[in-house]
């Protein structure tokens, strides 16, 4: 976020609560299909340059179940028959290219030749010659980094490009990529619920491939409007969530060119210098002064009662005397209607290593079960910790909108922080103990709040 100078604030702060249903996000099992998964034989799906190493076998299945996918899912939502690719797939080793492992022409068609060395550091769909090709020295890095299902999930959004060549191409970057994300939610959920024959998840792994999200991003503040854009982390995890919650119809109806993107460019030469961050005093100022006056507008319209807003205090490693605290690095003393964050372990880590709303993401989170508190709800279960993290991605929409401008200007990368946030703090036990719900969930439930709002973040009583 960044500073601007005081004004009156705005009369009409936000909506009422909006009309809608809670969402969960159901993670499924490691469950593969019929029987165990079984490696698909080299004859019956080739890839040109492929070897016997694990990482082309790996790739190789997820393609063929990838495949298997859109052959049913393709005339069911798009009417047509699927055909397959025309040119195939290739493997190259950017560390050792074997030349002699592709035809003279090297890789592509004649309308489009590319050379095995071209591939290094990229997965790719080529439009031209209707073929995928990868770098496995890529694969096996990100498989390293990021745990082995995100290599799947990259041959999945590669073959929602191909998929998207068939049925046109909306020819602006960042739609046609996360609209790819969205298929290969859809298909990590089909996955999931143990349809694929040669490749199975473990709920952990989600966690990691939405972690694996944060190197595919774009660059914080680049242009959206690039050819080449991507999205932020937050566009392409949201897009990700869509399909694993709702298959291929919200990837088919919801990528027009009215979606909403997060993605923005710096505009400022001192946003750029500071990759939009508030100097720490003066972001915590902004969340204490922002969080009152939201709930102070909304609740009184949700519950029918007035917000007594709780007070807001740091401590430096050692957790105040309250059975709201448990010795945690965050939490809400309903005996001293105080909300508690650790600067020490918690605040100033995360401010120094995500960012300025990684802070507004920590406050938030036990401010929001202060809220609970007063509505009479639980503070202390999954429900409140889902709950907690969906009112905080509703709180951070409206930083989004605008609302909270006479006091900051949110930047480029602010929500994609609040999402690493989750994924780094948010699952530890000093944040919330004994947590049923996975990074994922946590991720999810944010989603839910920022584009749905506070009808969606299990307010009933």
């Known amino acids: 976020m960044t500073s601007v100078l005081r004004r009156a604030v705005p009369a009409a ?17 490691a469950s593969p299909g019929p029987g165990a998964p079984v490696d698909v034989p080299v004859e019956e799906f080739p890839i040109t340059g492929a070897t016997d190493e694990p990482i082309d076998q790996f790739a190789r299945n997820a393609l063929a179940d990838v495949q298997s996918f859109w052959t049913e899912g393709y005339p069911e939502f ?11 797939y290739f493997s190259v080793d950017s560390e050792a290219v074997d030349e002699s492992a592709y035809p003279e022409d090297g890789i592509g068609c004649e309308g489009s030749p590319t050379s095995p060395e071209e591939v290094a550091g990229n997965a790719f769909y080529d439009p031209t010659c209707d073929l995928i090709a990868y770098d496995r020295a890529l694969l096996e890095e ?15 959004h590669e073959f929602g490009h191909a998929m998207q060549s068939r049925f046109g191409f909306a020819e602006r970057g960042i739609q046609d990529e996360t609209q790819a ?12 619920a143990g349809e694929a024959a040669h490749v199975s998840i473990r709920t ?25 854009a991507h999205g932020s982390y937050f566009d392409r995890v949201s897009a990700f969530y869509e399909g694993f919650d709702g298959g291929l119809a919200p990837c088919r109806d919801a990528f027009g060119p009215d979606r909403l993107f997060t993605a923005a460019e710096f505009t400022r030469e001192q946003e750029y210098a500071t990759q939009g961050d508030a100097p720490f005093d003066e972001a915590v100022g902004f969340v204490t002064d922002t969080l009152p006056l939201f709930y102070g507008e909304v609740f009184p319209a949700a519950f029918g009662t007035e917000f007594e807003p709780p007070a807001i205090e740091g401590f430096q490693g050692d957790a105040p005397d309250c059975e709201g605290l448990d010795g945690r690095d965050l939490g809400y003393c309903a005996d001293d209607g105080t909300v508690y964050v650790d600067e020490t372990d ?13 802070l507004t993401t920590a406050i938030s989170l036990p401010y929001s079960l202060a809220v609970r508190d007063q509505a009479g709800l639980s503070t202390d279960d999954g429900a409140a910790t889902r709950s907690a993290v969906c009112l905080t991605g509703w709180y951070e929409a409206q930083w989004y909108n605008g609302e909270f401008d006479a006091y900051a200007v949110i930047s480029p990368g602010d929500i994609d922080e609040a999402v690493q946030f989750l994924l780094t703090y948010g699952v530890e036990p000093q944040v ?6 996975s990074g994922f969930e946590l991720v999810g439930a944010f989603r839910t709040g920022f584009l749905e709002g506070g009808a969606a973040c299990e307010l009933a009583r």
Do not use: H, K
């Open 13 to 29: 702060l936000v909506g009422l609560l909006l009309a809608g249903c809670s969402t969960a996000v159901v993670t499924g099992q």
């Open 346 to 358: 918690l605040v100033t880590p995360a401010y120094d290593d995500i960012g300025d709303f990684a």
């Open 432 to 437: 919330f103990p004994n947590l049923d719900a």
């Open 142 to 156: 990100l498989a390293g980094d990021y745990g082995r299902f995100l290599v799947p999930v990259v041959m999945a």
């Open 78 to 88: 798009y009417g047509e028959d699927y055909t397959p690719l025309e040119g195939g």
């Open 204 to 228: 952990p792994e989600l966690d990691d491939v939405i972690r694996g999200f944060l190197l595919l991003r774009d660059d914080v503040g680049s242009d959206p409007d690039d050819v080449q």
């Open 181 to 192: 994300d969205c298929f290969a939610g859809a298909w990590t959920a089909w996955v999931a």
